[in-house]
């Protein structure tokens, strides 16, 4: 127990989550890959822009698939996902979560499909149309889950959270386009820099105002992914800017942003598990002053 023996003989006010690693890290930095994948297709479509367009939904179609399977695998077995989507409860954030995940997968894998075979190019493009305008929830609905739990390291982050979330998803969902559509990567190249810089200031201005739980992204096994994400974020940033004419530099941005956002979806994860396990953060701070 790390200093909260005196806080509450010892032993963790709440229960610490048991998803497991890397399950759940991986389920919310592909679902929010392919979130912003999606809107990236979405407008690349509406621009002409045919090769980013392709790219886009062939990524959403990918992570997608693979955020659900990883979540599957959490839960150990399919049934229990489709348990999920029985009811429909507007008031919570797993539910409504659940009806953001399927139907946006299986709007992107067939927008993918009709891609890849050429087959009823009209529902393809309608699957992606629908795909790109449930993207921004998809993008951001696992930060608004994680911050309605107990867990004290994201509870008292929620207003930041779904900004850090976004911005890693969308810097990586562009270095994605710069590496698969190199000949109409300068709006994949501008979505990485946007990104990029709002996931830095978020996440700056989380750790401000984060409070005494805050600790827990700046020490320990979570503090370390952290900052090794904020580094990544930088490099990929400034790879991206200088990547308009530069192979290299494009696939430095793609590599540091998607290893930077994967890092900072297992730091806050890893935080939030180790803030459960302590009970000062979840004691101290119902003391009055």
Not at 147 to 172: C, I, K, M, N, Q
């Amino acid at each position: 127990m790390t200093g909260g023996a005196d806080a509450y003989y010892g032993r963790p006010v709440i229960k610490p989550p048991v998803w497991k690693v890397p399950d759940v890290p991986l389920y919310l930095y592909l679902g929010g890959v392919a979130g912003a994948s999606s809107t990236m297709a979405l407008l690349a479509d509406l621009t002409g822009r045919d090769r980013l367009a392709c790219a886009g939904r062939l990524a959403a179609a990918v992570g997608a698939t693979a955020s659900v399977g990883a979540l599957v695998h959490d839960l150990h077995r399919p049934l229990r996902f489709l348990n999920m989507l029985r009811v429909i409860k507007p008031t919570s954030p797993l539910s409504v979560g659940s009806w953001i995940l399927a139907p946006f997968s299986g709007l992107a894998g067939a927008a993918a499909a009709s891609q890849l075979t050429g087959l009823l190019p009209w529902a393809g493009r309608a699957s992606a149309t629908a795909a790109g305008v449930i993207a921004p929830a998809m993008t951001t609905y696992t930060a608004v889950l994680l911050a309605d739990t107990a867990v004290p390291g994201w509870h008292e982050v929620y207003r930041e959270l779904p900004f850090v979330f976004a911005g890693s998803a969308v810097s990586s969902a562009g270095a994605v386009g710069m590496l698969a559509a190199p000949q109409e990567s300068a709006p994949a190249r501008r979505m990485a820099v946007g990104g990029a810089v709002l996931e830095l200031l978020a996440a700056r201005r989380m750790d401000r105002n984060a409070g005494m739980v805050g600790e827990v992204y700046r020490q320990g096994r979570a503090g370390a992914v952290l900052r090794a994400a904020r580094v990544l974020t930088g490099v990929g940033l400034g790879a991206a800017l200088l990547a308009g004419r530069s192979r290299v530099a494009r696939v430095a941005a793609g590599v540091c942003l998607n290893a930077a956002a994967a890092a900072t979806r297992y730091g806050i994860f890893e935080g939030g598990r180790e803030s459960a396990r302590d009970p000062r953060y979840t004691v101290v701070p119902q003391r009055p002053a």
